[in-house]
């Protein structure tokens, strides 16, 4: 949590940080009751959520959502301006919160907004 208000104090306004359900998204915890938390840039029409840390022992790309977010909210380049335009980026850095401190690695979070009740995917995923 420390890196997300370090990064939303350093944006000037550009990125936020909430909780899923203030999002109005449902479930917005964790399977064991933990709060999630979404860095969200950008005002575009166009809406891509970014995970990370899904399974709890798979810690990979925790550090790649950060960087994109620091970049996306503070470059003022005129690419950066036009992503910021035209997509909105929702990022979850870590959606397993009690896999992710525990040793065993159990997955401990279900986003439910891509998958069907029996976990297969009902939509393609957005790929950039």
């Known amino acids: 949590m ?37 860095a969200t840039v950008g005002t575009g029409p166009t809406h891509v959520w970014l995970q990370g840390r899904i399974h709890g022992n798979e810690p990979y790309g925790t550090d790649t959502l950060l960087d994109i977010l620091r970049t996306a909210g503070s470059n003022g380049s005129r690419n950066w301006k036009r992503i910021r335009e035209e997509l909105t980026l929702h990022i979850i850095r870590c959606t397993t919160p009690t896999g992710a401190s525990s040793t065993s690695g159990t997955p401990s979070f279900r986003m439910g907004a ?7 995917p009902t939509q393609p995923p957005v790929v950039l």
Request: glycine share 12%; aromatic share 2%; net charge neutral.
């Open 2 to 38: 420390k890196s997300l208000d370090q990064i939303e104090r350093t944006s000037r306004g550009t990125v936020t940080v909430s909780t899923p359900r203030e999002l109005g998204i449902t479930p917005g915890a964790s399977e064991a009751g933990r709060e999630l938390y979404v």
């Open 114 to 120: 891509d998958r069907s009740t029996d976990g297969r």
